[in-house]
């Protein structure tokens, strides 16, 4: 993360969030240490398939579109962007560095803690993938954690970090199709911490919640712990697959998969809609009937399923990590279950993750200044343009850097 | 007057074996009956006479085992009995189970010979369940490609949908006479609509363009109904029953043969209708059929069945729907084999809109499949 000496203002950021549905690029102005939203460009996405390109040549051009429909609603020319990334190239892994604390006294000075870091960050990510970023995890002294261990006393300092690789091929890929638009990369930040950071509230992260960002063609989670960002991953499984099973139960093409989805379908399943008869308009004259039971059932176990792998998922990375099975008690994660993205408007998803998971669940929508972004589908995207204001204008004193970082994150 | 069409039922395989001899006591005037099997007593046990013993020698009235090489030797040391035997017909019918011994490896052979005989060749062939195992249906669907190459349509059914038309816990008698039930009105739409008398018959002729060379993809489907509008109610059926292999989207045929039996009242404009209906959804844009009777044998039941077929493109040919999606990507001239190789995998079909994207496997089972598929969930019916 390069940080540019400051530019003179009015200083522009555009954040972009490729799904696998729709693209977004938000262009805002830098004013006063907040984000003023600019302009807006969105498509739907082409060439892309359960979060991974296939087809470069259409999703480039539908990029360039959406970049140009934002520059032209923001009236500006962009040279510079922030790009999400997500998927199931994205991978995780914890990577640790420990060096014992010299000296006599046994203090931990900010030079050990330097050390502690470059020797985690020493380790190699496996071949063909690139390190995108490094999340950082509670310190350890001597095995038990502190937030800030300068000055305490101890023999081994641990310092670990959540490392977030993508796979190597396919990250070039990107950067060649951003360059090739004459726009200059400023960064990857991780779609779903993004989206996450964009919904969450302070208390919640503390506390402990997992946000599930689910998209159309991916289900990304991430588990906050402490105020730290303890592991994240990736289902292949999205919205995409519920309209899929549709049209293949309702014998209906996608689109009016997508409308019955999107209108009726609900991710519980309940014996009284067995009766209920839905009528459809076919644009050919004669009107289709649909049974609600059937829409429900065939979405409710799609999405039970998802939510299974997920926790799955979930459970074995904390496995991982603390090196046993760990509940996901509300002990463990009292803010619970937080779901954003574009198909977690299903009705009654929270329930059903609720019921999977054992834990509160709520739908959530980002934070930010612009209503027209309070939507779940936004989640990342505001995210993205909130983690590059952080990185846009730093903190001026270490101290208040945490305080007015929140603040900057809940102006947008 | 055209006259009726002689068509011969084969029934190859144990699977195919027991269908056949289910169906042989009620076949149409202008059908014939015939088993190919090794099985001795699953051959004396569908009562037909004169059946084909496959593998005297070799297999010594035994099955092949679930060994399609040995089925398909078997069935090319019979050739010249199994020639003299598919001779004759206009239309054969080759029903078989697929990922068996013989249904799997003489059922090909069959479909050759036949074709080879002047006889237009259609495969009705079922797939196992997927609980049946990864080598019986890895096995099935090497066999549907063999079949597919030979036969100049195939349909095939997979039995995993059936679970969507049976109750989850029906015995699997019932599974195996729905089978029976749907191969039964594909016998009797094709060899109804071709017979002399009827309100709108076909060309026997018609056949041979409909199915003009080996390679076809096929779907079959078929529903009744009654009363108001039963004509448009029966063709929504027929195009929701669950037998058919995928949603519309995912496929659309280029040929496209309706047969709807009625009462007297059958008038040509509700067939007109079904025909509409029908084409929207399937296809049918080169060739469109409409084969209509009056002698429902149900006072006031209408059925309507089709058959669409997708001829193999020629080499070269521009790919049949490369307007949008992942398709196109590939080299036209590919696009036979392209077509021939997504037919085998059978969990492409299933698959959808993901189509032949990479397989999303999660302890050893594809998630792109629609979840109620794998579970084998029944849904409740569309009324």
Not at chain 1, 114 to 139: D, F, K, N
Not at chain 2, 14 to 24: I, T
Not at chain 2, 194 to 218: E, I, M, V
Not at chain 2, 297 to 325: I, M, Q
Request: glycine residues 10%; aromatic residues 4%.
């Amino acid at each position: 993360m390069s940080r540019k000496p400051s530019l003179p203002a009015p200083r522009r950021i555009a954040a972009l969030d490729i799904g696998t549905h729709k693209t977004v690029v938000l262009v805002g102005q830098i004013v006063d240490r907040r984000v003023r939203l600019l302009g807006f460009g969105e498509r739907r996405t082409e060439g892309v398939v359960k979060g991974v390109v296939e087809d470069l040549e259409r999703l480039t051009e539908c990029v360039h579109h959406v970049v140009h429909d934002a520059e032209r609603s923001a009236g500006v020319s962009l040279s510079e962007i922030y790009a999400g990334v997500n998927g199931p190239q994205v991978d995780g892994g914890r990577v640790k560095g420990m060096v014992p604390v010299p000296g006599r006294d046994r203090r931990v000075t900010a030079a050990d803690m330097v050390e502690a870091e470059a020797s985690a960050r020493r380790i190699e990510p496996p071949p063909g993938r690139l390190t995108l970023l490094y999340m950082a995890q509670p310190t350890l002294l001597d095995g038990a954690s502190v937030a800030n261990p300068v000055g305490m006393t101890g023999e081994r300092l641990e310092v670990s970090f959540w490392r977030v690789t993508h796979e190597e091929a396919s990250l070039r890929q990107r950067v060649g199709m951003i360059n090739g638009m004459s726009l200059k990369l400023r960064d990857f930040l991780l779609g779903s911490h993004c989206a996450s950071c964009a919904v969450a509230a302070e208390g919640d992260k503390r506390t402990g919640c997992l946000v599930v960002d689910c998209g159309a063609g991916t289900t990304s989670w991430i588990l906050h712990y402490r105020d730290h960002i303890l592991c994240a991953g990736c289902i292949p499984v999205g919205g995409e697959h519920v309209t899929n099973d549709l049209c293949s139960a309702l014998r209906v093409r996608r689109d009016v998969a997508e409308d019955l989805k999107l209108r009726y379908a609900s991710a519980l399943h309940r014996p009284e809609d067995a009766n209920q008869t839905i009528l459809k308009e076919g644009p050919s004259g004669p009107e289709h009937q649909f049974n609600r039971g059937t829409i429900n059932r065939v979405a409710s176990v799609r999405v039970t399923e998802l939510l299974e792998l997920v926790r799955q998922d979930v459970e074995a990375r904390v496995r991982q990590i603390f090196g046993r099975d760990v509940a996901l008690t509300p002990a463990f994660l009292p803010a619970g279950i937080l779901l954003t993205g574009g198909a977690s408007q299903l009705a009654d998803l929270p329930a059903a993750a609720s019921e999977v998971f054992g834990l509160p669940a709520r739908a959530a929508l980002p934070v930010t200044e612009a209503p027209e972004l309070r939507k779940p589908e936004y989640a990342a995207v505001v995210g993205i343009m909130a983690a590059a204001l952080v990185n846009e204008v730093p903190a001026r004193r270490a101290p208040r850097g945490f305080w007015a970082q929140l603040r900057a994150l809940l102006r947008l | 007057m055209p006259e009726a069409v002689p068509i011969l039922l084969v029934g190859v395989g144990g699977a195919g074996v027991s269908l056949v001899g289910r169906l042989a006591p009620g076949l149409p005037a202008n059908a014939r009956a015939l088993v190919v099997d090794a099985d001795l007593s699953a051959l004396e046990a569908s009562g037909l006479p004169d059946p084909v013993q496959l593998g005297r020698g070799s297999l010594r009235g035994l099955g092949a085992g679930g060994e399609p090489a040995l089925g398909a030797d078997a069935a090319e040391a019979e050739e010249a009995e199994l020639r003299r035997r598919l001779s004759g017909a206009s239309l054969v019918m080759v029903v078989c189970g697929l990922g068996g011994g013989v249904g799997g490896g003489a059922a090909p052979v069959v479909a050759r010979l036949a074709a080879e005989g002047g006889a237009t060749v259609l495969a009705l062939a079922t797939l196992p369940f997927s609980h049946e195992g990864e080598r019986r249906l890895s096995a099935a669907r090497d066999a549907a490609v063999a079949l597919h190459r030979r036969a100049h349509g195939t349909v095939i059914l997979r039995n995993d949908a059936l679970l969507q038309v049976a109750a989850a816990d029906a015995p699997v008698a019932e599974l195996f006479a729905e089978t029976g039930r749907w191969v039964g009105a594909a016998l009797d739409a094709l060899s109804g609509c071709f017979r002399p008398g009827a309100l709108l018959p076909l060309d026997p002729g018609a056949l041979r363009s409909f199915l003009p060379a080996p390679g076809c993809r096929a779907t079959f489907a078929t529903a009744a109904a009654r009363g108001e509008g039963a004509v448009l109610a029966a063709t929504r059926a027929a195009l929701a029953s669950p037998l058919l292999p995928h949603g519309p989207e995912a496929e659309r045929h280029d040929h496209l043969l309706v047969e709807v039996v009625g009462g007297p009242d059958l008038s040509t404009g509700d067939c007109q209708a079904a025909v509409a209906a029908l084409r929207g959804d399937l296809g049918g844009d080169r060739i469109t059929l409409l084969g209509a009777r009056t002698d429902s044998p149900e006072p006031g039941l209408v059925r309507v069945s089709f058959l669409a077929a997708s001829p193999p493109a020629a080499p070269g040919a521009e790919p049949r729907r490369p307007a949008k999606g992942r398709r196109a990507k590939g080299k036209p001239a590919d696009a036979a084999d392209q077509a021939l190789f997504s037919f085998a995998e059978e969990a492409n079909l299933r698959r959808g809109l993901f189509g032949t994207s990479a397989p999303n496997l999660f302890n050893g089972e594809d998630v792109d499949i629609p979840t109620y598929l794998r579970k084998g969930i029944r849904l409740p019916s569309a009324d």
